[in-house]
């Protein structure tokens, strides 16, 4: 294991590895990602039959679950490989 894992590593002990603090790091990265792409969500959200700002929260939301997963498994995964 080189410096940079140790260091991923015992980042990912600390306080902030719990389920709420990967749904916040989640809640961060799905607004960037939002805003970097919002005329592309805005344009797709005309052929969607709802109101724009629904189809717009409505995508947040997704990104966000989603993104809250997937980083919440990769913490657990990198947390139990490093135990192991």
Do not use: H, Q
């Not at 970097?36 to 709802?50: D, M």
Request: charged share 10%.
């Amino acid at each position: 294991m080189g410096v940079s894992s140790k260091r991923l590593v015992g980042w990912l002990r600390g306080p902030a590895t719990g389920n709420s603090a990967m749904g916040v790091y989640g809640l961060v990265t799905a607004m960037v990602a939002l805003f970097l792409t919002y005329s592309i969500v805005a344009t797709f959200s005309v052929v969607v039959p709802l109101l724009s700002t629904t189809a717009i929260v409505l995508t947040a939301l997704v990104v966000w679950v989603l993104t809250w997963a997937v980083l919440d498994v990769v913490a657990s995964r990198t947390i139990r490989e490093s135990s192991a």
